[in-house]
């Protein structure tokens, strides 16, 4: 006779025994085994700390043997380094769904447990002090203060990497700056605006970051210029890029501290906005997932570099965000293989990038001593070089006098490369002041267009509106060849120009003139 404690086997309407001892056992919840996910975070917390930034993304900071490394919860290397630990721990794989439901568990005991930092990328200032990432294997970091530099073997500041950035050169005592100039085929006028661009890529303060823009003819090395540039600031596995689409580019951003684009050909109205946002920081609410109600804010703030043959700063706007250096063509004697450059360029980037960091901590003990008078819509840039400048030597105007000549070079190429804004120039060839409605004043540069076989301006620019933003555009531009221009509304709320050369001007502020100019 069976025990009633046996097993007991029923017969399914299919014919299959089923084992019902189990169900009949009770659930011993205290040595239920735990599920793959709360092993993952078991592990997790072997090895990480969490925390979130202010935008309130989850982060590990993980000890590595004798060191720190700082990865985003969601990157592509912190997953491996996941799934690496439990199977070091258990033999197995795991799962991407296991994975993904683990990372989310982490995300919250990272927003609700953990601290709340501040994260960087490559550079970060705070307190009078600069840090840079070198991004070396033991992820040690330069601090720049107001008296010297040193590393550090552990960051006071969280860094995070992305998986192209590579490592700065090591730096040591008494660098020379004056290395570079061997490897840059500019003039000596031009060097300071190198320089300039240099340091301010290597501080994080309040002021925008200037737009650098190499030009030259075919030959002239604008690819090996860029390159280079950006191995003293921030190296990458991919250092040039082609331009990407304009809702791209902030993508692009996030995973690097420079930007850097090869061999434009001409941006567009819209890219030049954008890059000026970047350049000066940008703020853009993007939804997390199309399936949720979710977002969060990307915040981009970028060194930028740009290089090509024809004229790229073409906008007012970018034209004054931007440091143009036109490059010398390299003589066929002076030409070397491409492994040449760039081993003598190594050799000399340690100490090159040693200078710079004497620059800087030159630049955090007189900054706020220097005085720029005049100064143009990049103040920040023009008072952060000339202190950092007094570590080269450099006279106090060096910097100064490069740089506006720059501009105002770069401000006539803009008018030059606008139809608009030449005819205005070639109109004032000929007459001291304008004075009527917007739509007038097309007629009036009609003839001055030139032999370019494209009609009527109005064709072009066919509002009133048209004229005036594009007026706006130019201002400064034309200001520099000696070209005024004011908009003024009348009584019956009219648009009316006022456009002048330098030196001839006549008095606005009576009723006479309004009446004049009114009628005009």
């Not at 970060?124 to 970091?141: G, M, P, T, Y």
């Not at 992305?162 to 003039?187: E, Q, R, V």
């Not at 804010?297 to 965000?321: H, Q, Y």
């Not at 370019?452 to 200001?479: C, D, F, W, Y």
Request: a negative charge.
């Amino acid at each position: 006779m069976r025990s009633r404690n046996a097993s007991k086997a029923v017969q399914g309407h299919t014919g299959n025994s089923i084992d019902t001892t189990a169900d009949e056992q009770p659930m011993n919840n205290n040595t239920q085994k735990p599920n793959k996910e709360s092993q993952l975070i078991n592990l997790a917390l072997k090895h990480c700390e969490f925390f979130h930034d202010p935008k309130k993304s989850g982060y590990a900071r993980i000890q590595i043997r004798d060191h720190h490394e700082i990865w985003s919860l969601t990157s592509s290397h912190f997953l491996s380094w996941l799934s690496h630990q439990f199977w070091k721990e258990y033999k197995q794989p795991v799962h991407k769904s296991v994975l993904d439901n683990a990372v989310l568990g982490m995300g919250a005991m990272a927003l609700y447990e953990g601290q709340c930092e501040e994260v960087h990328m490559r550079v970060a200032q705070a307190n009078n002090k600069i840090f840079i990432d070198l991004c070396n294997d033991a992820w040690q970091v330069v601090e720049v203060n107001d008296a010297d530099w040193k590393v550090l073997d552990s960051s006071p500041v969280a860094f995070t990497r992305s998986n192209n950035m590579k490592a700065l050169p090591m730096p040591f005592a008494n660098g020379d700056i004056n290395l570079l100039k061997k490897h840059l085929n500019i003039t000596e006028e031009k060097f300071p605006l190198v320089v300039a661009w240099l340091v301010m890529s290597l501080q994080a303060g309040l002021g925008a970051y200037p737009i650098l823009i190499c030009q030259g003819g075919a030959g002239t090395g604008k690819t090996t210029f860029s390159r280079m540039l950006r191995s003293l600031v921030d190296p990458s596995e991919a250092d040039m890029l082609s331009k990407p689409k304009t809702a791209e580019m902030r993508v692009v951003g996030a995973d690097n501290h420079v930007l850097a684009f090869d061999n434009l050909s001409g941006i567009s109205s819209s890219c030049s906005d954008t890059l000026c946002k970047m350049a000066t920081g940008s703020n853009e609410i993007v939804r997390e997932l199309y399936t949720t109600n979710g977002s969060f804010t990307i915040s981009i703030k970028k060194p930028i570099i740009l290089n090509g043959i024809d004229e790229i700063a073409k906008r007012g706007d970018l034209v004054s965000r931007s440091i143009k250096v036109e490059l010398e063509q390299i003589p066929n004697e002076s030409r070397k293989t491409e492994k040449n450059i760039w081993e003598d360029f190594n050799k000399d980037a340690p100490s090159i990038f040693s200078a710079l960091l004497d620059g800087l901590s030159v630049g955090l003990a007189t900054v706020d001593d220097v005085v720029i008078e005049n100064s143009t819509r990049m103040a920040d840039l023009c008072q952060w070089a000339t202190a950092c400048g007094k570590s080269f030597d450099w006279s106090e105007s060096a910097f100064i006098k490069a740089y506006m000549d720059s501009v105002n070079s770069s401000y006539v190429d803009s008018l030059e490369s606008s139809m608009f804004a030449s005819a205005i120039v070639g109109m004032f060839d000929h007459r001291i002041e304008y004075r009527g409605t917007p739509m007038a004043l097309l007629e009036a540069i009609e003839p001055y267009y030139g032999n370019l076989n494209i009609g009527a301006p109005s064709r072009l620019i066919k509002t009133a509106k048209s004229v005036m933003n594009n007026l706006r555009r130019h201002q400064e531009a034309l200001e520099v060849v000696g070209i005024c221009c004011e908009i003024y509304k009348d009584n019956h709320n009219k648009t009316l120009l006022y456009i002048w050369r330098k030196n001839f001007a006549i008095d606005t502020s009576n009723d006479e003139w309004l009446i004049e100019f009114n009628s005009a």
